[in-house]
């Protein structure tokens, strides 16, 4: 009688056909493996928009995660469980070191991410799938013999993995994600979004100084003048720029205007309410006088008169709807509104064209090459605006940057300093001018009704016919002569923006000391207070300004 041979048994451990993996496991991995990939391939036009770099990683890892889901399904192989292993702790590595000390490449180099629910999410599954097939590589046979929890293992996590997959893509973190902002920064499309991403792309910081962006904040003036477009938006004319630029415009107050309370605390002083008073005049007087006393304000005293201008809504004077500004230093005491310039062409044209301007204006030193050069004196000095010298055959309608009708100096001798330019253009009617520098920041005023004797101005525009009479002069009437100044000789830089109506470093002090302190505003009282330091893309525009006793180097 034959013997009957008994099958042998098979070791949990041995291979099967299938490579030795059982159908649930290799399933269960492959749901994660693939919900992985889905949220890296969701999250590819997040970080190509910022970086090409991390577009593609992510896109690279979607794939990988992939092609693993696919060939745990198809062909199962002891190598494609030790590349999911190896990689999947690598994409974790990654991930960790971005959320502690920030990668060194891409948009977002040396930024350190915020941990968000889909980042939390796409970690666990990698660090499931690494688990999983880790435990394949040491047990292959591993629920081969359990065929109901096979099969309990290879439905329930897909399922599992498809509904928190999608949840995860349809949550606002995928959305929103961030690279480094906290979660209180604004969100993706609002006003304050379009803002700061106005503010990290334009290119015209160095146009003014340091001090400009922070006296805007401080006094609530707009700086980005750009429409946005959301709820909050500023009312936008035509050609697509906010032209309201007061205090409360809608997106000024809502992203740049301060928030600092009253550094006087609401108690004031005499000095304050003797700049309170000036402001609004029509008085060029007026003017002068507000500016000749600024330069004795306390630094309390000084903030707390921008304060005082955000307050009343006088910061970012508005123009008219002709555009016309009349009074005072050309209708604007405090910082003016900018609009920003985020056209790198735009910005090398306006930088090419200052230079010029600069040069012409250095090419004058002092008033008596002013005199030599076919100019003559027309106003004496002003604090705020300086003395005017014009040179009449250039006064006509046609904007010349290389060809200022006017030169301004720091006081009434032929030894005085150039402190800027004015250019004077002829123009009937009310509307402003359209010529000028490029850019929408230059603006032109008029000042109308000045009491002239011959070429000076003996006079400002509130002098009454039979005053101006009594001084032998005569009462203007012309409304076509429009003038806008341009801060451009260096240590003369104005703190209320390169085109601003008046400045505060032409103070009185200035003048007393004209033709001995060696140019450069370096005889006015009130440049200590002052970073006339090109800005840069950090001088934010909420940023709060620095003690002027800082900015005096004390």
């Given at each position: ?69 696919a060939a745990l399904i198809v062909k199962p192989d002891r190598r494609w469980l030790q ?70 293992i290879g439905s329930i996590v897909p399922v599992a993995v498809l509904l928190l997959t ?134 309390q005293e000084y903030d707390a008169f921008l304060y005082q201008l955000r307050k009343s ?242």
């Amino acid at each position: 009688m034959a013997a009957t041979v008994a099958p042998e048994s098979t070791p949990d451990d041995a291979p099967g056909d299938d490579g030795g993996y059982a159908i649930g496991p290799r399933v269960a991995l492959a749901a994660l493996s693939a919900g992985a990939g889905v949220i890296h391939f969701a999250m590819v036009p997040t970080h190509a928009a910022d970086s090409v770099v991390e577009g593609v990683g992510f896109a690279v890892a979607g794939w990988f995660q992939l092609l693993v889901a696919a060939a745990l399904i198809v062909k199962p192989d002891r190598r494609w469980l030790q590349a999911t292993v190896a990689a999947n702790l690598a994409f974790i590595g990654v991930w960790a070191w971005s959320r502690t000390v920030g990668l060194p490449i891409g948009a977002h180099a040396g930024t350190v991410e915020q941990v968000d629910t889909i980042d939390l999410l796409t970690v666990v599954l990698e660090g499931l799938l690494i688990v999983g097939a880790a435990a394949l590589l040491v047990r292959p046979n591993l629920a081969r013999n359990a065929s109901a929890g096979a099969l309990v293992i290879g439905s329930i996590v897909p399922v599992a993995v498809l509904l928190l997959t999608t949840m995860a893509i349809a949550s606002p973190s995928a959305s929103q994600h961030s690279h480094g902002e906290t979660a209180s920064g604004p969100a993706p499309g609002s006003a304050a979004a379009q803002l700061a991403a106005i503010d990290a792309t334009r290119c015209d910081k160095a146009v003014n100084p340091v001090s400009y962006w922070n006296e805007a904040s401080v006094a609530g003036v707009d700086t980005v003048g750009i429409a946005v477009t959301d709820s909050s938006s500023a009312t936008t004319a035509s050609d697509g720029h906010d032209h309201s630029h007061g205090a409360a415009d809608a997106a000024g107050s809502a992203t740049t205007t301060t928030t600092l309370p009253d550094p006087l605390q609401g108690r004031g002083s005499p000095l304050l309410d003797k700049l309170v008073s000036k402001m609004g005049s029509d008085s060029e007087v007026d003017a002068g006088i507000l500016v000749a006393e600024l330069a004795n304000a306390t630094p309390q005293e000084y903030d707390a008169f921008l304060y005082q201008l955000r307050k009343s809504g006088a910061a970012g004077h508005s123009h008219s709807a002709s555009g016309d500004d009349t009074g005072g230093h050309g209708g604007h005491i405090g910082p003016n509104p900018w609009v920003a310039m985020t056209d790198p062409a735009q910005c090398a044209q306006l930088d090419k064209e200052l230079r010029t301007a600069r040069d012409v204006a250095l090419s004058m030193p002092t008033a008596a090459d002013a005199k030599a050069a076919g100019y003559t004196q027309v106003t004496p000095y002003v604090p705020g605006i300086a003395a005017h010298w014009m040179k009449f055959p250039y006064v006509d309608g046609t904007f010349e940057v290389d060809k200022p009708e006017m030169v301004l100096y720091d006081g009434n001798g032929l030894d005085a300093h150039v402190v800027g330019l004015s250019y004077y253009i002829v123009q009937p009617g009310d509307a402003e001018p359209t010529q000028g520098f490029t850019g929408d920041n230059d603006h032109y005023h008029r000042h109308i009704g000045l009491c002239t004797k011959g070429a000076m101005v003996i006079g400002d525009s509130t002098t009454t016919e039979a005053e101006c009479a009594a001084l032998g002069g005569k009462k203007g009437t012309n409304r076509g002569g429009w003038m806008s100044h341009a801060w451009v000789v260096p240590g003369c830089e104005s703190p209320w923006g390169m085109f601003s109506g008046a400045t505060p470093v032409l103070d009185k002090q200035l003048a007393e000391r004209s033709g001995t302190d060696g140019g450069s505003c370096n005889g006015s009282a009130a440049k200590a207070r002052y970073d006339l330091r090109p800005g840069t893309t950090s001088s934010a525009t909420t940023t709060p300004p620095p003690a002027p006793e800082a900015a005096a180097g004390k």
